[in-house]
């Protein structure tokens, strides 16, 4: 883990996307879910993904 002082700097923009309908539907419905806006949900599940991590738990999988 960095020092604070070795941290870079956080800068977000906005960005407009496109996504296909029903996945964005579940994107929204599961940040609603962990209480979380749909940036940040992305921006977890993104960074899990370059650290080569599951973004969420067995609780958060769909069970059919």
Sequence with gaps: ????????????????????????????????YKNMTLGDLLEGIVLHAFEGKAAFGAQTHLRT
């Design 1 to 32: 883990m960095p020092k604070p002082s070795e941290r870079l700097a956080i800068e977000r923009i906005q960005t407009g996307v496109r996504m296909e309908r029903r996945l964005l539907k579940v994107l929204k419905a599961l940040a609603e």
